[in-house]
């Protein structure tokens, strides 16, 4: 199969606004089953199931009391990755050339092939060009997502690959990305692209209490050029 990777086009939206969301809220299960293996969640769970038990008197209460409360942790896993996508596909994907295209040190890439006899969108990444302060500039690595039935293919690496060489292009002093602790194949992904893993933190744009929840942790990488 002959894969075009090629600057975003307007016909590309619909595709762009399928296989983002969908690559994105895949990892709301693997987030939830992390989160309810934490210690502290399970310790949680039992005093919620037992202290349900002991005032109430029934099995019934306890089961009750504790599948609302590991409902109430998926609950904000989904939040934790839903309001992301969300608020990507209110902002910056509903105007890619506004936000992409309108400056030449950004750029927002599409994966193209044939198949069944028609084009089909499979992938996507871009890059946001930051200032270092002194002149000089890096590039941040975006939106990298790959249809699910197309991985493992080499096609993350060739979309990773098209950022890195339009930064090298524009002698930017590093690439930076952000991804999230449940994100194992992204992490492998770029780990394999020579990236290095600088931080390890828990900041974000959504409220604290949903982050402690979820217990998604988000891990900063940089590759320096
Ligand atoms: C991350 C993602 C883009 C990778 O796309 P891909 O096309 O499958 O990646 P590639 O086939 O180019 O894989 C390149 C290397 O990454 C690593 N890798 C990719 N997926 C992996 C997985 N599921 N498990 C372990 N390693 C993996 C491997 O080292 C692989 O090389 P190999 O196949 O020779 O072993 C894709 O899994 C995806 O879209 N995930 C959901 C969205 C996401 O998390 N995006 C990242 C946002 S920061």
Known sequence: MHILVRRYEPSDQEAIEIIYPDAIKEHINPAFLHAMTQPLHITISLFICIGAY??????????????????????????????????????????????????????????????????????????????????????????????????????????????????????????ILSTSSTQRAAVALYNKMGFKLVLVHTQSERPKWLVWMSKVKILYMEKIM
């Open 54 to 175: 002991l005032l109430g008197g029934s099995v019934i209460l306890a089961l009750i009391s504790g599948g609302a409360w590991v409902g109430l942790v998926y609950c904000c896993c989904y939040e934790y990755y839903a309001s992301y996508v969300q608020k990507r596909l209110r902002t910056e994907l509903k105007d890619i050339p506004g936000h992409y295209l309108s400056n030449p040190d950004n750029c927002f890439w599409v994966a193209e092939a044939e198949m069944d006899g028609r084009r089909q969108i499979l992938g996507m990444v871009a890059v946001k060009a930051k200032d270092d302060g002194d002149g000089k500039k890096h590039g941040e690595l975006l939106r990298m997502s790959v249809l699910s039935t197309c991985r493992r293919a080499g096609l993350g690496q060739q979309l990773a690959k098209t950022a890195e060489d339009f930064c090298k292009e524009r002698s930017f002093t590093k690439i």
